[in-house]
C-alpha cells in the first residue's frame, strides 16, 4: 500500500465528534504512520476511544500474514525426527522450484522401500544418527518414527491442504505459518534422544545447504553456560552467517528458570493459549444441560441411564 493510502486508512479509523471538525481532528490526533518497521500508527485517543478501537476489525484485505507473501522463496531448515513426505502437508500444489542458493541434497529416494522424492515443498533430506557406544554413524535415510518432526515441519512451512479437519470438527483449509516456504528436514533425534554430536552436524549442513531460517523444537541439551550449550554455539554461528534461528522453550513450566533455549541471538518460542474450544453438549432427562470439551461429538440421540457406582472402601 502505497504511503498516501495508508495515511488516508490510518485516519478513516479515528474517532471524530462532529462532521464540521473532522479534518483538523483526524490531523491533531494522528501523530505518526508507520511503514517500514512495524505497520500501524500513532494517535491521541481518549480511554473511551481506545476501547471503541479494540473492537474495530483489522484491514479486510491486509495483515502481517499476506504481506509476508507466506513465506515465498524461504528455505527452512527443521532439526527434530524428521517428518512423513507423503504428508498432504508437505505436497507442493503451487509451489515454485527452490532459490538458486540452494545446495542441499535429498537422501529420502535412497531408500529401498520408499518410493518418495523431494519436491517444492520438502527440496532436501538428511539423516545425522549416531548408535550404541561405539559412536557409529547410521546409514539408515530419513524416517519420522514418532511423528514429532513432521508436526514440528508442518507447523512451521506445511502448504494449504483443503477440507481438513479434526474427527469432522473444524473443517476448513490448514497450513503452516509459511506455506509457500520451502523445507529442509535434517533427522538429529532418534525415538528417545538427541544428541549434541548430531545437533552439531546437522547445524553444519544446514549451513552449508543454503538454509535462510533454522527451526529446532527440542530443549536445550546444556541448561546452563551458554558457552557448554551445543544449540546456542551453533545457532550463534549460524546467525553471523545471516540465519534466523527459531527454538523452543520447552516444555517446563510456568515457574522460573524453566525456559530454555533462552540465548539472545535465538528467537525463543513459548506455548500459549487460543479462545476456542471443541464443545460436547450432555442433556439430561430433566432438561439440564452441561458443556464439556471433547473432540469426539455425539452422534445419537438415545437416551442413557446414569450410572453411580458409590464410593469404593479400601
Known amino acids: 500500500m502505497q504511503s498516501e493510502s495508508l495515511h488516508r486508512w490510518y485516519q478513516s479509523l ?80 503451487g509451489l515454485p522450484p527452490p532459490p538458486d542458493r540452494w545446495k542441499g541434497r535429498c537422501d529420502f529416494n535412497q531408500t529401498a522401500n520408499r518410493t518418495f522424492v523431494c519436491n517444492n515443498k520438502i527440496i532436501g533430506a538428511r539423516s545425522f544418527q549416531v548408535y550404541d557406544n561405539l559412536l557409529q554413524t547410521s546409514s539408515a535415510q530419513p524416517v519420522d518414527e514418532i511423528r514429532h518432526g513432521t508436526h ?77 550449550d551445543s544449540i546456542a554455539l551453533a545457532a550463534f554461528s549460524a546467525m553471523r552467517r545471516g540465519i534466523f534461528v527459531v527454538c523452543s522453550a520447552g516444555n517446563s513450566g510456568p515457574s522460573s528458570n524453566t525456559v530454555y533455549n533462552a540465548a539472545p541471538w535465538i528467537l525463543t518460542v513459548g506455548a500459549s493459549t487460543i479462545d476456542r474450544s471443541i464443545i460436547a453438549t450432555a442433556r439430561l432427562g430433566n432438561g439440564d444441560e452441561f ?21 469404593t472402601r479400601h
Open 14 to 93: 479515528l474517532p471524530v465528534t462532529t462532521a464540521s471538525t473532522k479534518h483538523q481532528q483526524e490531523q491533531q490526533r494522528l501523530l505518526y504512520s508507520y511503514r517500514h518497521v512495524v505497520t500501524g500508527f500513532a494517535a491521541r485517543l481518549t480511554a473511551e476511544e481506545v476501547k471503541a478501537m479494540e473492537k474495530k476489525e483489522e484491514h479486510p484485505e491486509k495483515g502481517f500474514w499476506k504481506e509476508s507473501n507466506f513465506g515465498k522463496g524461504v528455505n527452512i531448515g527443521v532439526m527434530d525426527t524428521c517428518g512423513l513426505p507423503d504428508h498432504p502437508l508437505f505436497w507442493d500444489e
Open 291 to 311: 458443556d464439556g470439551e471433547s473432540i469426539f461429538q455425539p452422534n445419537s440421540t438415545k437416551w442413557l441411564n446414569s450410572k453411580y457406582f458409590g464410593s
Open 152 to 228: 514440528t515441519a508442518s507447523t512451521a512451512a506445511g502448504n494449504f491442504v483443503r477440507g481438513a479437519n479434526l474427527y469432522n470438527n473444524a473443517n476448513g483449509t490448514a497450513s503452516g505459518i509459511a506455506p509457500h516456504a520451502h523445507l529442509a528436514i535434517y533427522q538429529v533425534c532418534s525415538l528417545d534422544e538427541c544428541s549434541s554430536t548430531d545437533v552439531l552436524a546437522g547445524f553444519d549442513a544446514a549451513v552449508e545447504d543454503g538454509v535462510d531460517v533454522i527451526s529446532i523444537s527440542m530443549t536445550s541439551l546444556n541448561f546452563g553456560q551458554l558457552f557448554e
